[in-house]
């Protein structure tokens, strides 16, 4: 998540309407919830964690879905990859099918690890890592202390540098008024989104636990990013879209990584416009062998 944009700060100062508390929604029956594949639970650092894989041929490609996200929200990529090439996604801990970790671990480093440990028990020696949002954090610090490992790197709307100076109102601020602040957050996120997207999405806001997600918020913020891409030598994509676009996200940080900017989408490009998020990453997978 881009926590530090432009309109999460405006949240902060002038306030938003709630959302409702209640469990999550049930996704909308247009929006698909998986790709055919057979999933399985492998023993994560933390707890077991679900895996959805499935397709053969070609450079496996591992989804790394964003906070309150799942394995499904790949559906769409999953889907259009598997007719010629393995394509994997994995819940993250304290997400989706995933155990929530004992010791309330939620940082970069241990979601990053999350990864490492599906891929091992796969068996996958090299592969493209596909990172949303928090997910994008996640994959970017594996690729970084595994280049060897990772063909190609696509960070989605991934969060660029803070420093503790902006975190502190922030967190004050969600530890304060945590309902009200998430749910105006999220709402600017989900501008230009489908309908069936956002009601999906509005939904999922409510998974994650008050207590689990401002160790994952804060963890974000206690993360740069840019070392651990600046170590991974590899092909790497930035997909970005209007909602994460400040002198520190990461498109503007590392100008020379090719980007490339969706528009008329939500934070989420890839529910929102899935045949042309999956036109980009054809396009970025051409280059890789």
Known sequence: MPFLSKSFRSVLVFGSLSIPA????????????SAPGPVSRIQGPAGPLFVDDGGSGGVPV??????????????????HLRSGRRAIALD??????????????????ALARDIGAVVDSLGLDRFVLVGHSLGGSAAGEYAG?????????????????????????IMASLEA?????????WNTLLTDARPEVR??????????????SLRLIGGIFAYDPLPAIRRYPGPKLFIVTPHGNTPKDLQNLMPEVP?????????WPHMDKPEEFNRLLDEFLAGIS
């Open 22 to 33: 209640g469990c999550a929604n049930d996704p909308d029956p247009d929006v698909p919830d």
């Open 199 to 212: 009601a999906r999405l509005t939904g999922e806001m409510r998974s994650v636990p008050k207590d689990a």
């Open 177 to 185: 008024n945590y309902d009200t602040v998430m749910a105006g957050y």
């Open 259 to 267: 980007n490339r900017l969706m528009t008329g989408t939500s934070h």
């Open 145 to 169: 202390a595994n280049p060897g490992r990772v063909a190609g790197l696509v960070l989605v709307g991934a969060p660029g540098q803070s420093s503790p100076e902006e975190a502190r109102p």
């Open 92 to 109: 993250l801990r304290g997400h989706g099918q995933s155990a929530a970790p004992a010791d309330g671990s939620y940082g970069v480093a």
């Open 62 to 79: 591992v989804f790394v879905h964003s906070y309150a996200g799942s394995t499904t929200h790949w559906a769409a990529q999953l889907a």
